[in-house]
């Protein structure tokens, strides 16, 4: 649970008491994450709308519920958390750095990207989108220039419309931190995400928030800090290892978007995409409304999903991660599902609907950079002067490299999965070059080859002792 010491109009989570007279137009939410936390009259007017309750029917986590039973929180609770934190942090530096001139409009428009930041996707269409429609359907007290201006920072940089875009810039890095990629969306999926699905992370990002200073128009941190967001990074890419990229959460993925691909023609999805108030109903339950329909037009995205309910899953057939000298050369133009079917060995019969392959691209959140060094500190003895801390002034054993590129390959028909293989590793071969032998693998936390005698998806019957 976040430790993170409140501001004024929220309640202590470790006392249990109003930290302030509580306000005649505030409302409270009892947080698993962050304890009791309050909102103003104008948030709640924001929370209470069509556009941000439909987050309630979003899983934050998507297929990975079907794998981790405890991945069963909703966007709804993440988007609280973010317009909580949002405005913690900038309350903070208006109280302890007046200098700033932050102004009671900017804590508004600040708690509410926050809170608004993921109604939608991506950040600079959906979102942005559905935020506009938010406005005009429910009449909320916003002007053109406050709705450019939360826009912007829900996408974490100033446009070119508007003066207020073009200053105070260390705001946009309170919700989505363009610079660094350091904000409290993620320190709130972070926490959240590793509560629910039951990992322990080290990473205190309620410190990080205590120990931050506005220097030269950008946050800053205690140079002691630098070792937590470190550690942060870590834990980014640990969750992007094991949990969102889990290899059957991306096979129940794959089945879901070819579901969906069935029924785009009878559903119209993509049409929905670009129209706020259809938008508006297009949550996970559109599965269950597949599952309901009864028309042959949407009879093969219903078998597809008899299949998931079914455990009846995708098999994953192997992985790669690509050396470093060939993530340059090594596109989805030369690995494909097309090119696995081309090396496929004598009367295998395999066509490219029977292969399916997924590219991850996993790092610390900048790509190959190091992201810490685009984080700047301060020195106690000077808190007026920022500064970059060099990697090996902190430690030796902090990653040389902060990027991987992983190749995954599945199959829709289980009963495949040897010849799928057989042909991937053939392609794999003319690229990097792996030995014949089966104690080689390609990954080496994947077994060897697989069985010629694998059993389909099906479980085995138990079968019990005669008595």
Known sequence: MSNFKPLARSFSAAEGQPASPLGPTEKFFNDPLHGYIAFDSFCTGVIDTPQFQRLRYLKQLGASYFVFPGASHNRFEHCLGVGYLAGNLVRRFQESQPELGITKRDVRCVQVAGLCHDLGWTHEQGSQMMFEYMVDDNYLDLDQQDVRFINDLIVGKPSSQGAKSQEKLFLFDIVANQRNGVDVDKFDYLGRDCYNVGLKSSCDSSRLMIASRVIDDQICYHHKEVYNLYDMFHTRFSLF?????HR?????????????????????LIEALRDPERYLNLTDDILRDIERSRGPELASARALLKRLRRRDLYRFVDEVVLPGHLRGTLTKRHINAEAVVAHQGDNAHLTVDDVTLKWYN????????????????????DDRRCFAVPQD????????HFSEVTVRVYTRDASKANVVQSAFRRLMREWINLPDSPKVQLVSNRGNDMPGNMEGPRKRRLEFPAA
């Open 241 to 245: 290892k094991r949990i969102y990229t």
């Open 248 to 268: 059957v959460e991306s096979a129940i993925e794959l089945m879901i978007v070819d579901a969906l691909v069935q029924a785009e023609p009878e559903l119209q």
């Open 362 to 381: 996993l790092n610390f959140g900048k790509n190959d950079e190091n992201p810490v060094d685009s984080i700047r500190f301060y020195s106690k003895f």
């Open 393 to 400: 002034a902190v430690s030796y054993v902090i990653p040389t």
